[in-house]
């Protein structure tokens, strides 16, 4: 299945192709023979600039995996993957590694501070470990977006998991990377810090022009999405524009119903 590209309804292109990233006939595969298990199977996929994107399907549907092998975390057993109009499929490790460090931000589950840097420390680490200086200005940018100025000071034990969530959602946003990769980042959260921090999600898209790609379970996540990919079996077998929770839920019912019937 290829994806068309839509105009991104949030955000900008910076004046450059409006897609950030993309997979063509992309193949993952573990194991040989009769144990050979495949997790994507001939993906095509466009991720739109400026957007937010969600991924959904059923556990083993090989969400995960696509977004792992889209961020260059993960090798595919054959394919492309491309981000801007860089091929990372045929990248020598050192060069993946200043690729992810420099161009792709990440969140996850975890919220991965350590403990006896500042909150400002936790942010500007993954610069400072490059040797890079953060620039004032679009850092002070992110912390105002994210509700950060008042705890900057802070350490990770003297905030709450919302808090310490978008800490986590500022350090990958302050390198200003190309495109941000969540895994369930609001999963070890309550509904209200969830929240919280899906709205900063949003607002990095809507205000900063950020381009996010998220994988998720949840339909109230995805709702706060331009876009939903829903895999199955290592395959995109729909999506949905300006979803809305009940819609997605909806949605993933109708999988469940066709999953018991075939």
């Known amino acids: 299945m290829t994806t068309a590209v839509t105009i991104p309804r949030h955000g900008g292109t910076g004046g450059r192709t409006a897609v950030a990233a993309r997979a063509r006939q992309v193949v993952k595969a573990y194991g040989s023979g009769e144990a050979r298990v495949v997790a994507l199977d001939s993906v095509d996929v466009d991720i739109a600039r400026g957007q937010f994107t969600a991924i959904m399907g059923p556990s083993g549907s090989g969400k995960s995996t696509l977004m792992h092998c889209l961020a260059g975390l993960d090798t595919v057993t054959s394919g492309e993957i491309y981000l801007d109009e860089t091929e990372i499929t045929r990248l020598k490790d050192k060069k993946l590694t200043q690729l992810r460090r420099d161009r792709i931000g990440f969140i996850f589950q975890a919220f991965n501070l350590l403990p006896t840097l500042s909150a400002l420390e936790n942010i500007t680490l993954p610069m400072d470990i490059a040797g890079r200086k953060a620039d004032a200005e679009w850092l002070r940018r992110v912390v105002d977006t994210v509700g950060l100025s008042e705890r900057l000071r802070h350490r990770p034990n003297q905030l709450s998991g919302g808090q310490q969530q978008r800490v986590a959602v500022a350090r990958a946003l302050a390198a200003r990377p190309e495109i941000i990769f969540g895994d369930e980042p609001t999963g070890n959260l309550d509904s209200r810090a969830g ?34 990919l829903y895999l199955a079996d290592g395959r995109i077998v729909d999506e949905m524009e300006r979803p809305t929770a009940d819609a997605v839920l909806d949605r993933m019912k109708d999988f469940d119903a066709r999953g018991r019937t075939s």
Request: glycine letters at 6%; proline letters at 3%.
């Open 195 to 228: 929240a919280e921090v899906l709205g900063f999600l949003r607002t990095s898209v809507d205000e900063l022009g950020q381009t996010i790609v998220m994988v998720t379970h949840d339909p109230v996540a995805a709702s706060y999405a331009d876009r939903v």
